[in-house]
């Protein structure tokens, strides 16, 4: 069986700090792994995938994420926060013997105060 | 660039009405999917097509139905409109087989009242 799991539901940061979001997932076999970004009233934009090649993905916008297969763990990372990282972001597993199917998480909400 | 496109961004429909929500994508993708969001359920999946003419049911399609008539587009239908389909309404196409991503179109808001 998958599942997706976000720690956190909202997250908070100061612009200019570091950003850590986390999310494990179970899976039965290497997955594909994404991380997503919906702003308010927007659809969702690909930030970064995984899909078993190097472990370490860098994004758009700055961000990058860790595929630990012995956590089972793709955290989302950014190494100095902006305004513009206000958002809700979506770890997304797809086993890679279906790739038709994608399991969300529940979303974790990125504050950025200034 | 990828572009999934949602015919309304907001939508009002009065209870009992029959809806139509189109999407239409233009990378030739063999797989399309209609989800609903909901604070704090976030996306459950209603209908996935994999090709033309085929569909298969999602988590909640209780209420729904689609249509694939062409490669491109992929229609969700609200037979008779209730208040608790209100809700944001997400169309995403991805490539037909491999580790491909999901191109999410921007959403419909609908409101039945």
């Known amino acids: 069986a998958q599942s997706v799991t976000q720690l956190d539901s909202h997250v908070s940061v100061s612009e200019g700090t570091p950003v850590l979001l986390r999310c494990n997932y179970s899976?039965?076999?290497?997955?594909?792994l994404f991380w997503y970004v919906q702003h308010p009233n927007k659809g969702l934009q690909l930030l970064l995938k995984y899909t078993s090649a190097a472990t370490l993905v860098k994004g758009i916008n700055g961000f990058e994420a860790e595929f630990k297969k012995s956590e089972t763990s793709f955290h989302l990372t950014k190494p100095s926060a902006h305004m513009s990282d206000a958002a809700e972001y979506f770890c997304?597993?797809?086993?890679?013997?279906?790739?038709?199917?994608?399991?969300f998480g529940s979303g974790t909400k990125l504050n950025v105060k200034p | 660039d990828v572009k999934v496109t949602q015919s309304s961004r907001y939508l009002v429909k009065r209870t009992g009405e029959k809806v139509f929500l189109e999407c239409v994508q233009d990378m030739d993708h063999e797989n399309m999917f209609w989800y609903r969001q909901d604070p704090g359920l976030g996306l459950r999946l209603i209908y996935f097509?994999?090709?033309?003419?085929?569909?298969e049911k999602g988590d909640i399609p209780e209420g729904y139905s689609v249509s694939r008539e062409k490669k491109e587009r992929f229609s969700l239908i609200l037979e008779s409109a209730s208040t608790n389909q209100t809700s944001m309404y997400l169309c995403?196409?991805?490539?037909?087989?491999?580790?491909?991503?999901?191109?999410f179109g921007p959403g419909t808001r609908l409101t039945v009242t």
């Open positions: 995403a196409s991805s490539r037909g087989t491999g580790s491909y991503e999901q191109y």
């Open positions: 097509s994999y090709d033309v003419k085929m569909k």
């Open positions: 899976s039965s076999y290497s997955p594909s």
């Open positions: 997304v597993v797809s086993p890679i013997y279906n790739f038709n199917k994608f399991y």
